[in-house]
């Protein structure tokens, strides 16, 4: 899947957890450039966020060298 059709396809359809999927409903993200959209500072502090679900993040993006992603100055 290339860069732009996987930043723009729903996260329910990319393989993530359940858990994963029911905290970005909560915190009212659908795909995952709604996620990277954001600097890690308001990330971090939206209603919703915990370390587990970043460390999903975190590892499915590692494994498709899109981590930078997460690191927006």
Not at 23 to 31: G, V, Y
Not at 33 to 44: G, K
Request: proline letters at 3%; aromatic letters at 10%.
């Amino acid at each position: 899947m290339e860069k732009e059709e996987l930043l723009q396809t729903p996260i329910d359809r990319l393989g993530f957890s359940t858990e994963f999927c029911k905290t970005c409903s909560s915190m009212h993200f659908s795909t995952i450039n709604d996620i990277t959209s954001l600097v890690p500072e308001q990330l971090i502090n939206k209603e919703g966020f915990n370390y587990n679900w970043l460390g999903e993040l975190s590892a499915y993006l590692d494994k498709r060298g899109l981590l930078h992603l997460l690191q927006r100055s």
